[in-house]
Antibody
Framework: QVQLQQWGAGLLKPSETLSLTCAVYGGSVSGYYFSWIRQPPGQGLEWIGEINPGGNTNYSPSLKSRVTISIGTSNNHFSLKLISVTAADTAVYFC????????????WGRGTTVTVSS | QSVLTQPPSVSGAPGQRVTISCTGSSSNIGAGYDVHWYQQFPGTAPKLLIYGNTNRPSGVPDRFSGSKSGSSASLAITWLQAEDEADYYCQSYDSSLRGSYVFGTGTQVTVL
């Protein structure tokens, strides 16, 4: 099983770009599907998007116009960018992975708290 | 944004059995997609509890079991213990949203 370690800026102003990175240990980024999931304070989980081993992406329809998920070319990591953030984007953001076998996330990062405030 | 509906909370005394329902629709659970369950403690990441409707990852006690029927699924916790107090989420796949993962609204389990 891989391990995921994530990091990124935790405080943003409205209209800025959220940028998070998730490093993959114990496996190659080319062997798994990776997702980003977020959880607003006191609320449930929301799937943001996924990138597959071939580098193809699939995004939540509600966020598609603002989201980009990519795989790093030189290091074993993948990233999330969310443009034009607002207070509604305040949440804990998790990276997660799944194998090719089933549509479930079996490995999760520890989460990064992102606050959007002026 | 959640398209899978769960009860907000369930509770039980130690040793009792509790169940959590997860109701979907014909585009997700009812379309045949598997249901998976996660356990989340405050301030931590979700942990996979049940995958493929009924399967437990290594290390998950057999007190936890899952089932699926039609457009719904259930998680049962038997012999409830204090350490089971947490939030639980179901998750599936939805074909109506151009192929998206969907989570349940979440259920808080309280051990009385």
């Amino acid at each position: 099983q891989v391990q995921l370690q994530q990091w990124g800026a935790g405080l943003l102003k409205p209209s800025e770009t959220l940028s998070l990175t998730c490093a993959v240990y114990g496996g190659s980024v080319s062997g798994y599907y990776f997702s980003w999931i977020r959880q607003p304070p006191g609320q449930g989980l929301e799937w943001i998007g996924e990138i597959n081993p071939g580098g193809n992406t699939n995004y939540s329809p509600s966020l598609k116009s603002r989201v980009t998920i990519s795989i790093g070319t030189s290091n074993n990591h993948f990233s999330l960018k969310l443009i034009s953030v607002t207070a509604a984007d305040t949440a804990v953001y998790f990276c997660a992975s799944r194998t090719t076998i089933g549509y479930y996330m079996d490995v999760w990062g520890r989460g990064t708290t992102v606050t959007v405030s002026s | 944004q959640s398209v899978l509906t769960q009860p907000p909370s369930v509770s039980g005394a130690p040793g009792q059995r509790v169940t959590i329902s997860c109701t979907g629709s014909s585009s997700n659970i009812g379309a045949g997609y598997d249901v998976h369950w996660y356990q989340q403690f405050p301030g931590t990441a979700p942990k996979l509890l049940i995958y493929g409707n009924t399967n437990r990852p290594s290390g998950v006690p057999d007190r936890f079991s899952g089932s699926k029927s039609g457009s719904s699924a259930s998680l049962a916790i038997t012999w409830l213990q204090a350490e089971d107090e947490a939030d639980y989420y179901c998750q599936s796949y939805d074909s109506s949203l151009r192929g998206s993962y969907v989570f349940g609204t979440g259920t808080q389990v309280t051990v009385l």
